[in-house]
């Protein structure tokens, strides 16, 4: 069957989904990608994969795809971060017949990204990426799509829509907001990109930003014309969303630890949408909110969501006939987390410094974040001071640590390729590959000299018979 594209890619493969579940690492899993299809999404991204681990290491391949596979959860879209044509391209041809289309990540704003030179950080190398889209295009059996954040400029947003279109995209993703905007900088994302995008290219478009509920999904598609709108964070406080439902927390709270009994994932996906769901009712039961961070299993993380439901429940049946105070919901409702912005006046104090410089001045002062207050609580030891972190030499290759006894001043990743390559040993990382084959070549050449009393066939001269003859004499 030829590769569909473009709009008959949209309509026929995706069934013209228009309620799209993003891509979120270690929160759109298996389990949730059900709970979500159950109500309402059309298609779902799995979390975002890195490409060069995917290819290298099969049990990274088997826990984040091949075990996942389920037929209820499709159409579906495998996502990767990739800064290399042909890695890119391994890696998808090695998922592509476990998903409807690969996807490209070009909007992670994170330092995880900038450090690993994926995602929002590639969206000026327009020669890498234009390789990068061709190859995949050429090579891959399904269509290949492509995640973006939007610059500054509408006009250079919407050239560097067109040249991914150009180079093989078959579907776009927009999220409408600058890789500058995350955290409590995000603010509004733009729909006026989004809708000029749309209009000057021919391939389908999803709009991604400012989605809290059906209302905005409509909103949105009726003023930018796009062909679909992907939810991250409502769809984390609300799977209902596009049913347009806001049910009791703990309806869907126990739904999705039914599914997670039927197809298990790690504890720490499943604390994360617990803390998601009940974000709202944990600002008011503090205690359990600890509970649920310190509890080691299923069994116990299911138990503290009963006891919110009880609590809920009693407050209920307090209140019953009142009206919430204020515009918000009751607490116990799914609804929209609002991301609180930067403090008044943090702008004149902190400049456009990053969370990462305000967190690296702090290591000098006494006030540390909660995050590495909890660090230390857990190793009264540990030191954020970064004149005192160990300083290691890099491997010449990859920039890794390097082996202090490598023979080759590699890490071992790369050592014991090198190793392998020329049949060298390397004892400081114990890899002994030179060793070995001279072991078994040895081996080998003693086998003629075992071997040779039971080469004849039985029954001819010096075969079995005489072998027998002489044993009995």
């Known amino acids: 069957m030829p590769k569909l594209q473009g709009f008959e890619f949209w309509s026929h493969t995706l069934r013209g989904a228009r309620h799209v579940v993003a891509p979120m690492v270690d929160q759109s899993e298996l389990a949730w990608r059900l709970l979500s299809r159950r109500h309402g999404a059309q298609l779902c991204y799995t979390p975002m994969l890195h490409a060069q681990v995917f290819v290298r290491d099969a049990n990274y391949r088997k826990d984040n795809l091949y075990c996942e596979v389920c037929p209820e959860d499709r159409p579906l879209i495998v996502q990767f971060c990739a800064n290399d044509p042909e890695v890119f391209v391994q890696a998808a041809l090695l998922a592509q017949d476990y998903c ?55 006009d250079k947003t919407v050239r560097y829509a067109q040249m991914l279109e150009k180079a093989g995209c078959q579907l776009l993703t927009v999220h409408g907001r600058t890789k500058e905007q995350k955290g409590p900088l995000s603010g509004a994302a733009s729909w006026e990109h989004i809708k000029a995008v749309r209009k000057a290219v021919a391939i389908p478009v999803f709009a991604n930003g400012n989605i809290q509920s059906l209302q905005d999904v409509e909103r949105c598609i009726q003023d930018t014309g796009v062909q679909g709108v992907m939810s991250a964070e409502g769809n984390l406080h609300n799977p209902a969303l596009f049913e347009g439902r806001s049910p009791a927390v703990w309806e869907l709270a126990e739904e ?33 909110r600890e509970e649920l961070a310190k509890v080691k299993t299923l069994e116990g993380i299911a138990a503290v969501s009963q006891e919110l439901k009880m609590r809920c429940q009693e407050e209920i049946s307090r209140q019953e006939g009142a009206k919430p105070a204020g515009d918000l919901p009751f607490h116990w409702i799914c609804q929209p987390y609002v991301r609180p912005g930067p403090r008044e006046g943090s702008k004149e104090k902190a400049g456009a410094r990053s969370k990462r410089a305000l967190e690296e001045e702090e290591c000098g002062t006494e006030v540390l974040s909660k995050n590495k207050q909890k660090k230390q609580l857990r190793n009264p030891h540990k030191t954020f001071d970064p004149s005192l972190k160990p300083k290691y030499a890099k491997c010449d290759q990859c920039g890794n640590p390097k082996g202090n006894r490598c023979v080759f001043s590699l890490c071992r990743g790369c050592c014991k390729k090198r190793a392998s390559k020329e049949t060298a040993d390397c004892p400081g990382h114990g890899l002994l590959f030179k060793t070995k084959l001279e072991k078994s070549l040895a081996w080998k050449g003693m086998q003629p000299e075992l071997q040779e009393p039971q080469t004849a066939t039985p029954g001819t001269p010096g075969g079995f018979s005489e072998v027998m003859s002489t044993a009995l004499a």
């Open 256 to 288: 999705y630890l039914d599914i997670v009994q039927e197809h298990p994932c790690p504890l720490s996906y499943v604390r994360a949408h617990l803390f998601k769901l009940w974000h709202h009712t944990l600002q008011v039961h503090q205690q359990l």
């Open 100 to 154: 409807d289309a690969i996807d490209l990540n070009l909007g992670c704003p994170q330092m995880i990204a900038k450090r690993g030179h994926y995602g929002a950080f590639l969206q000026d190398e327009w020669d890498l990426l234009r390789r990068m889209i061709l190859l995949a295009h050429e090579k891959l059996s399904v269509p290949v799509t492509c995640k973006i954040r939007v610059f500054p400029e509408i």
